[in-house]
């Protein structure tokens, strides 16, 4: 039996001895079973109210506020991650997706302040099929970037609030494991179609969980941080020329 449920059980058991002896020393003294009944009675039947309040309103309304805390720092690692690695990232695979140049303009007008475009960009990211020609990426520069960023994977891992997000842990599982695959080779150049193949179905992979996530990043931002939203659509990683510089 395991050490907590065994000290539970011993103070379950102290507590209705207690309360058996006290039932018993109030008989004795009053020698009144009728009131003793009807107190006993009368508790029994508030139990299960008082359960409910405790348990059903209390508890969930405690456990909603702890939860809506925990959502807050996670948001805070996931934003630490896009501005270290995510974006930068996202900016290397994504150049290499044909279908990317079709969404550059809708994308360029929201970042020159055409705030209606907004929800109609997300959409279309969210519906968009993330698919990279394999020949147009620099896997070289691709394996620099995830191994420069090595230490500070290992420490999203480690933070035990990501893995209450179930698309940011997926995401950063597919990272993880592009960043090995690329590692275990001693080249990447003149590697068999059949291998270049595979490694694109790993980067396809990563790909298909950074765009979604990225895109409820920045719907985060845009509700909650409205100044951190700017830079980070000055940052697109859609847009090769991309510029934080502010024009107009």
Known sequence: MKEDTRWKLQAGLVLLTLSLALYIVHFSIFQDRHHLLIFLVGDLAFVPFEVFIV???????????E????????????????S???TPLLAAIACSDPDIPALRADISRVVAGNEHGVTTVK?????????????????????DLLEKNEDFI?????NPMVFEHESFTDLILAVTHLDEELRARDSLT???????AHLQGDINRAYLRLVPEWVRYMDYLQKHYPYLYSLALRKNPFDENASVIVRS
């Open 55 to 65: 348990t059903l309103l209390i508890d969930q309304m405690l456990e909603s506020r």
């Open 123 to 143: 959409n279309t990211l969210l519906a968009h099929r993330c698919s990279v020609s394999i020949s147009k990426i620099d896997l070289v520069a691709l394996r």
């Open 67 to 82: 939860r809506r805390k925990r959502m807050e720092k996670l948001n805070m690692v996931i934003g630490t991650f896009f």
């Open 154 to 158: 290992l420490r999203i891992v480690e």
């Open 190 to 196: 003149s590697l068999p179609a059949t291998d270049l």
């Open 84 to 86: 270290h690695l995510g």
